[in-house]
């Protein structure tokens, strides 16, 4: 096979001198057992005939001589029969010159060759023609004249030809055998080798990078997009998610990958701050053969630099919209609490402009948050905690969003609100209950119950907010306090901006707690808000 291979990168195929080579070595050993023994006998002196013996060795020495020379590959296979043949006759003439009876074990040699490369015909002519030519020897009185000898001799060649005869066919047999799965792997080899290339041809065409780590977590397998998105110079280096933090030397994401961990969507930045650097998104997961036995992983990493720069414009605009719309709603509350402020108003006017004067502060809170969503998150937060009873909180909240929840034909249980005295700020953890309770009521299919809980232990208080409604689909969970994710109930179609659950989720981790939802399809929702007791030192 090495040779084969060697041959094919040179581009000339060696030719095949098998047959010269079993021809030359075949007829060497037999000319050499035919010398020594003619040389035997005629330094004994024996000799019956120094003609025939004469003769007997310049044909094997012929013969011998043409084997070595002629090129038997470049001609018919059936021409190789020649020279054992010829063999045959040259130990006629040998055991004519030599009557002794132990000559005539010649004729094993060009028998049993024959028997080997002619197959069932070589087999005839190579024990058929050893025999007849025994017997010409005995009847022209060169021969033994015991008529077992003429017996022994013959069946002896015989068994000798079959023996050889059927050990050339097995190993015909098996060499056919070799040769067929040998062209089977080549085959094998061949189509791997093409559906590599065509794997590779796939891999460099798209535009993003992939790369496969082994077990030892070196890389075999490596994309063009991977390779440019991933520089190796020190004039790249790698910033986290943020764009501003430097990552820490050994937790870039494919240093990460290659020691066996698993992550999903994980942002970073490639390049110092500027218009060239490029924002990366790379996903590790890990592979396991059919064993379970892990093999590896695959890293895949996508330029999102156009996705990261549109969420900035966007984050930006927001903001701008929203300052813009502070300023004169400001200047709304401030007249209005001027007009408040004095006595000369009917009833029915005051109670109007306080419903304005309510919804107008509201509607400067809502802003208030957008503008710090499109910040930083939580620590952009206004909260301002003081000891208040979770339960008042939360029964305000019930009590203000029963009338929407009866229009729906749908009941708030709040008979497990427990009284729960904590440090909050009432009117944002009022924001986040009503965002809920908002919620389950507004994604309810109708005729159904929503369960609102308060309940505490030594540290924290723990609001439940409970629907049957139609559940959360399972893709959104991970998702759902994200900024901008709208994720409406199973069956139903999103509304909103997709900023309410994100600020709830903000405005509880400012009080230093946290909120969690568990949803089944078909078996409704159940958020929890966790609210320490008492604030810790360095909560915003």
């Given at each position: 096979?090495?040779a084969?291979?060697?041959?094919?990168?040179?581009?000339?195929?060696?030719?095949?001198?098998?047959?010269?080579?079993a021809?030359?070595?075949?007829?060497?050993?037999?000319?050499?057992?035919?010398?020594?023994?003619?040389?035997?006998?005629?330094?004994?002196?024996r000799?019956?005939?120094?003609?025939?013996?004469?003769?007997?060795i310049?044909?094997?020495?012929v013969?011998?001589?043409?084997?070595?020379?002629?090129r038997?590959n470049?001609?018919?296979p059936?021409?190789?029969?020649?020279?054992?043949?010829?063999?045959?006759?040259?130990v006629l003439?040998?055991?004519?010159?030599d009557p002794?009876?132990?000559?005539?074990?010649?004729?094993?040699?060009?028998?049993?060759?024959l028997?080997?490369?002619?197959g069932?015909g070589g087999?005839?002519?190579?024990?058929?023609?050893?025999?007849?030519?025994?017997?010409?020897?005995?009847?022209l009185?060169?021969g033994?004249?015991v008529?077992?000898?003429?017996?022994?001799?013959p069946?002896?060649?015989?068994a000798a030809a079959v023996?050889?005869y059927?050990?050339?066919?097995?190993?015909a047999?098996q060499r056919?055998?070799l040769?067929?799965q040998?062209a089977?792997l080549?085959?094998?080899?061949?189509?791997?080798r093409?559906q590599?290339?065509?794997?590779?041809?796939?891999?460099?065409?798209?535009?993003?990078?992939?790369?496969?780590?082994?077990?030892?977590g070196?890389?075999?397998?490596?994309n063009?997009?991977?390779a440019?998105?991933?520089?190796?110079?020190e004039?790249?280096?790698?910033?986290?998610g943020?764009?501003?933090t430097?990552t820490?030397?050994?937790?870039?994401?494919?240093?990460r990958?290659?020691?066996?961990?698993?992550?999903?969507?994980?942002?970073?930045?490639?390049?110092?701050?500027?218009?060239?650097?490029r924002?990366?998104?790379?996903?590790a997961?890990?592979v396991?053969?059919?064993?379970?036995?892990?093999?590896?992983g695959?890293?895949?990493t996508?330029d999102?630099?156009?996705?990261?720069?549109?969420?900035q414009?966007?984050d930006?605009?927001?903001a701008?919209?929203?300052?813009?719309?502070?300023?004169?709603l400001t200047?709304?509350?401030g007249?209005?609490?001027?007009?408040?402020?004095?006595?000369?108003?009917?009833?029915?006017?005051?109670r109007?402009l306080?419903?304005?004067?309510?919804?107008?502060s509201?509607?400067?809170?809502?802003?208030?948050?957008?503008l710090?969503?499109?910040?930083?998150?939580a620590?952009?937060?206004d909260?301002?905690?003081?000891?208040?009873?979770?339960a008042?909180?939360?029964l305000a909240?019930v009590?203000?969003?029963?009338?929407?929840a009866?229009a729906?034909?749908?009941?708030?249980d709040?008979?497990?609100?427990?009284?729960?005295v904590?440090?909050?700020?009432?009117?944002?953890?009022?924001q986040?209950v009503?965002?809920?309770?908002?919620?389950?009521?507004?994604?309810?299919?109708?005729?159904?119950?929503v369960?609102v809980?308060?309940?505490?232990?030594d540290?924290?208080?723990?609001?439940?907010?409970?629907d049957?409604?139609p559940?959360?689909?399972?893709e959104?969970?991970?998702?759902?306090?994200?900024?901008?994710?709208r994720a409406?109930?199973?069956g139903?179609?999103?509304?909103?901006?997709g900023?309410g659950?994100?600020?709830?989720?903000d405005?509880?981790?400012?009080?230093?707690?946290e909120?969690t939802?568990?949803?089944?399809?078909?078996?409704?929702?159940?958020f929890?808000v966790r609210?320490?007791?008492?604030r810790?030192?360095?909560?915003?």
């Open positions: 096979m090495a084969a291979v060697t041959s094919a990168r040179s581009g000339r195929a060696r030719p095949d001198r098998t047959r010269e080579r021809t030359s070595v075949n007829q060497l050993l037999f000319g050499l057992a035919a010398l020594i023994a003619s040389g035997m006998v005629i330094l004994d002196g000799m019956a005939s120094g003609d025939a013996m004469l003769a007997g310049v044909l094997v020495f013969v011998t001589v043409a084997a070595l020379v002629v038997w470049r001609l018919h059936l021409l190789v029969l020649l020279v054992p043949l010829l063999d045959m006759v040259a003439l040998l055991q004519l010159g002794a009876e132990g000559m005539w074990l010649l004729w094993l040699a060009p028998a049993v060759w028997s080997t490369i002619g069932i087999l005839g002519i190579g024990a058929g023609g050893a025999a007849l030519l025994f017997w010409l020897t005995a009847l009185g060169a033994p004249a008529t077992g000898h003429l017996l022994v001799g069946i002896s060649i015989a023996v050889a059927v050990t050339a066919r097995r190993a047999a056919a055998l040769d067929e040998a089977y080549d085959h094998a080899v061949e189509r791997a093409r590599e290339d065509a794997v590779s041809e796939v891999l460099d065409a798209v535009d993003f990078g992939v790369v496969r780590i082994g077990a030892d070196g890389l075999t397998v490596e063009e997009a991977h440019r998105l991933n520089p190796t110079d004039d790249a280096p790698v910033f986290d943020d764009g501003v430097r820490t030397p050994g937790m870039a994401p494919i240093e990958a290659r020691r066996g961990e698993s992550f999903e969507g994980l942002l970073s930045w490639q390049g110092p701050p500027g218009d060239t650097r924002a990366l998104q790379s996903t997961r890990r396991v053969d059919a064993n379970g036995i892990d093999v590896g695959i890293l895949v996508r999102v630099t156009a996705e990261q720069l549109a969420v414009m966007r930006e605009l927001v701008s919209v929203s300052h813009e719309l502070r300023t004169p200047s709304v509350l007249h209005l609490d001027i007009v408040l402020d004095s006595g000369e108003l009917p009833p029915d006017v005051r109007s306080e419903i304005a004067e309510r919804n107008a509201r509607l400067l809170v809502i802003i208030g948050d957008i710090a969503a499109t910040a930083d998150g620590g952009q937060l909260v301002r905690p003081e000891h208040e009873d979770v008042r909180v939360v909240s009590e203000s969003l029963e009338p929407r009866a729906r034909n749908v009941r708030i709040a008979s497990g609100v427990e009284p729960a904590a440090e909050i700020d009432p009117h944002r953890i009022r986040v009503d965002n809920l309770v908002g919620n389950a009521v507004k994604y309810h299919t109708g005729d159904g119950l369960e809980d308060v309940t505490s232990d540290r924290d208080a723990y609001i439940v907010v409970r049957d409604g559940g959360i689909a399972q959104a969970l991970p998702h759902l306090f994200d900024r901008y994710y409406g109930a199973l139903a179609r999103p509304v909103g901006n900023l659950l994100s600020i709830s989720r405005l509880v981790r400012a009080h230093g707690g909120i939802v568990q949803s089944e399809p078909g078996s409704g929702s159940t929890v609210l320490p007791r008492r810790t030192e360095g909560i915003a």
